[in-house]
């Protein structure tokens, strides 16, 4: 008697790119922190009525092969390999928000951002001061309650010297295990298509599930004020090459 306990252990290995190129040397990665996976075969049944009512014949029509896996751990190569296929650099773009706060000083009413890490300043976020109260960004001049920005350095009204403001920015700092990727907008029918491996061991005994080609049709990340997020990722199987759509093995 076999039965079947806990999420299992869930592989991906990455086929092809996003542009259908096959991947030379493919890495497989674990869908680590695995919480659950779900494989749905189905097909539509065909049914030859006459002029009773059943069927007198039912045949097999289209089927197809639906899968959902939820795993904690967020890997980079893991979003890239199985849904996005494109390109990958070791950078990480990062929010600043800012919990500490700096006294506008004297003239010239400036302060300079200095990114964590020996990071590149990118992107305004917004400034706001110690009562919440969001500061308007301007071209030139601020005014009190305005700001002005060049480069990495936020220029401020005379009048506001002395109130402590918050500055939040986006930044980029290279980190060697970090994973970043700009994803561009391609022609429809292009995705990175994978093989998705699935084992589940309990009890000396083993469920073994091989999808030899599939491509993922959404990542859904959601995340909770007092909770962990687990992304989602949702993929359809399909024939590949021979032929084959799946392998399954149990121990009985």
Same mark, same amino acid.
């Given at each position: 008697?076999q039965h079947i306990?806990?999420s299992?252990?869930l592989?991906?290995?990455p086929?092809?790119?996003?542009?259908g190129?096959?991947?030379?040397n493919p890495?497989p990665?674990?869908?680590?922190?695995?919480?659950?996976v779900?494989?749905?075969?189905?097909a539509?049944?065909?049914?030859?009525?006459g002029?009773?009512?059943f069927? *007198? !014949?039912?045949a097999?029509?289209?089927?197809k092969v639906t899968? =959902?896996?939820?795993?904690? /751990?967020v890997?980079?190569a893991?979003i890239?390999?199985?849904?996005?296929?494109q390109?990958?650099?070791?950078?990480?773009t990062?929010?600043?928000?800012?919990?500490?706060g700096t006294?506008?000083?004297a003239t010239?009413?400036?302060?300079t951002?200095?990114?964590?890490?020996?990071?590149t300043?990118g992107?305004?976020?917004?400034?706001?001061?110690?009562?919440?109260?969001?500061?308007?960004?301007?071209?030139?001049g601020?005014t009190t309650g305005?700001?002005?920005?060049?480069?990495?350095?936020?220029?401020?009204a005379a009048?506001?010297?002395g109130?402590?403001?918050? *500055? !939040?920015?986006?930044y980029t700092?290279?980190e060697a295990?970090a =994973?970043?990727?700009?994803? /561009?907008n391609?022609?429809m029918?292009?995705a990175?298509e994978?093989?998705a491996?699935?084992?589940?061991?309990?009890?000396g005994?083993?469920l073994?599930l091989?999808?030899?080609k599939?491509?993922?049709?959404?990542?859904?990340?959601?995340?909770?004020?007092d909770?962990?997020?687990?992304?989602?990722?949702?993929?359809d199987?399909?024939?590949d090459?021979s032929?084959?759509?799946?392998?399954?093995?149990?121990?009985?």
């Amino acid at each position: 008697m076999q039965h079947i306990f806990g999420s299992g252990i869930l592989w991906g290995t990455p086929l092809t790119d996003a542009n259908g190129v096959a991947i030379t040397n493919p890495t497989p990665i674990q869908f680590g922190v695995l919480q659950d996976v779900s494989v749905e075969v189905s097909a539509e049944n065909k049914m030859l009525h006459g002029q009773n009512q059943f069927p *007198i !014949d039912v045949a097999r029509g289209k089927g197809k092969v639906t899968c =959902k896996a939820k795993n904690a /751990l967020v890997n980079g190569a893991l979003i890239n390999s199985i849904y996005f296929g494109q390109t990958v650099v070791a950078n990480h773009t990062k929010d600043f928000y800012d919990t500490t706060g700096t006294a506008i000083p004297a003239t010239p009413f400036q302060i300079t951002i200095t990114p964590p890490g020996g990071g590149t300043f990118g992107q305004d976020l917004g400034v706001r001061d110690q009562t919440g109260r969001q500061y308007t960004r301007v071209a030139s001049g601020p005014t009190t309650g305005q700001y002005s920005l060049s480069g990495a350095v936020y220029t401020f009204a005379a009048a506001d010297q002395g109130i402590k403001v918050f *500055i !939040d920015y986006q930044y980029t700092v290279t980190e060697a295990i970090a =994973k970043q990727s700009t994803v /561009l907008n391609l022609p429809m029918g292009y995705a990175p298509e994978f093989r998705a491996d699935l084992s589940n061991p309990y009890k000396g005994k083993h469920l073994t599930l091989i999808l030899f080609k599939c491509i993922a049709s959404k990542l859904a990340i959601a995340t909770k004020l007092d909770d962990f997020a687990i992304p989602e990722f949702d993929f359809d199987a399909f024939a590949d090459g021979s032929g084959q759509v799946l392998k399954w093995a149990v121990s009985e």
